[in-house]
């Protein structure tokens, strides 16, 4: 499978834990996506890289979340002390150059509770 | 006012018809539009890309962009039960972050 893929699918954590999710691009994309989406609702973006470089954030990505992107290849995303308003998808896009042809991986469905 | 404004629907239709989905927005620096098909609890799926206005063709699908009146459309003809999905449109102004829409919920039945 050559697409984006994340790890885990699923995560139920409890209210205060951190949690940590993992993207991996599609292979020579240079710029990876963060957006979350909740029910009903278009996904909204939080960050993205262009190699290893994070270039922008979103006002939505508040102190508790940090991404990364060592050596430009996979990325995680970390929440920490999570809250029953982070409840959300969590989707990771990639895509190559200068494009803005985005592909979407199939997302972790993160539940607070 | 949102920058993306996309009718959540919901939209029945029979097998067969031609579906037309529709978004507004207000940011005129928007100059790259897609469109993204979402099944229930997956990622978004790349459907149509078109930079600035005009149409784009791709089998049963449609896409158009008319920035003079900001609203961009796509067409589904022939549409088929396997089209029941939620669609997204999405748009930016730079090759960087996209804006989307609320996303319409389309079942198209047999």
């Known amino acids: 499978d050559t697409g984006v893929s994340q790890n885990p699918r699923h995560k139920i954590t409890k209210r205060g834990q951190n949690v940590t999710f993992r993207c991996d691009p599609i292979s020579e994309h240079n710029r990876l996506y963060w957006y979350r989406q909740t029910l009903g609702q278009g996904p909204e973006f939080l960050t993205y890289?262009?190699?290893?470089?994070?270039?922008?954030k979103s006002r939505l990505l508040s102190d508790r979340f940090s991404a990364e992107r060592p050596k430009g290849s996979f990325s995680t995303l970390e929440i920490q002390r999570t809250e029953q308003g982070d409840s959300a998808m969590y989707l990771c896009a990639s895509s190559l150059g200068d494009s803005t042809e985005a592909f979407f991986g199939q997302g972790t469905r993160l539940t607070v509770v | 006012q949102k920058e993306v404004e996309q009718d959540p629907g919901p939209l029945s239709v029979p097998e067969g018809a031609i579906v037309s989905l529709n978004c507004t927005y207000s940011n005129s620096a928007f100059q790259y539009f897609m469109w993204y098909r979402q099944y229930s609890r997956k990622g978004p799926e790349l459907l149509m890309y078109t930079y600035s206005s005009g149409n784009k063709e791709d089998g049963r699908f449609t896409a158009q962009v008319d920035k003079s009146s900001k609203y961009i459309s796509l067409f589904i003809r022939d549409s088929q039960p396997s089209d029941s999905a939620t669609y997204l449109c999405?748009?930016?102004?730079?090759?960087?972050?996209?804006?989307f829409g609320k996303g319409m919920k389309l079942t198209v039945n047999p």
């Open positions: 999405a748009m930016s102004a730079s090759s960087e972050k996209l804006v």
């Open positions: 890289f262009q190699n290893e470089a994070q270039l922008e």
